[in-house]
């Protein structure tokens, strides 16, 4: 194939969906930077920039393979209103999350509340069996999805930091970590196991 490095924005997303992995790449070192920047000039938070530059560009991915991307302006433009939504949504959830209602009878609702208090026994066991449930499928998983789950949600690891250390693009590395989730979410459906308590 010719040179990606001159193909436009457009050309590069086609080639990567008839299965040039090598054109998303191109595409991330693209538009990596200013991507970044846009999401932590809103966050101003490095940790959370990174994850939600991650999820972006784990989006575009998904959403190319699935030939759902339609060329309706440009690439950039895109790709960035991916991350505004994530970052959106990440506030929205935030929000919900340290939302309290105070419109409750008595007033002192707070306190009856579960999900405040520390947890009881049968609490505990639960989450220890669903930690024991998560350990089976990750041993299940194949070699290298488990060991792009591993190092991303145990080490901590970015994308760029685990196509580093297992030598492939990151692009595989995200496809990995998709397949991984893709594949444990299919295990625990078919042992019926439960993930949530």
Known sequence: ????????????????????????????????????????????????????????????????RQGRYTESGKFSAWITRIAHNL????????????????????????????????GTIEDLMVSKQITDDVRRLIKALPKSQRQVLVMRYYRNMSFKEIAEATGVSINTALGRMRYAILNMRRLAQENNIALSA
């Open 1 to 64: 194939m010719q040179n990606l490095t001159k193909l436009t924005d457009e050309q590069l997303v086609m080639a990567y969906a008839n299965g040039e992995n090598k054109a998303f790449d191109t595409l991330l070192k693209r538009h990596e930077n200013r991507v970044f920047s846009y999401i932590f000039y809103i966050v101003k938070n490095k940790d959370l920039a990174d994850d939600i530059f991650q999820e972006t560009f784990v989006k575009a991915i998904t959403t190319i």
């Open 87 to 118: 970052i959106i949504d990440h506030y929205r959830q935030e929000k919900s999350e340290n939302h309290v209602s105070a419109d409750t009878d008595d007033g002192f609702d707070i306190f009856n509340r579960r999900e405040l208090s520390d």
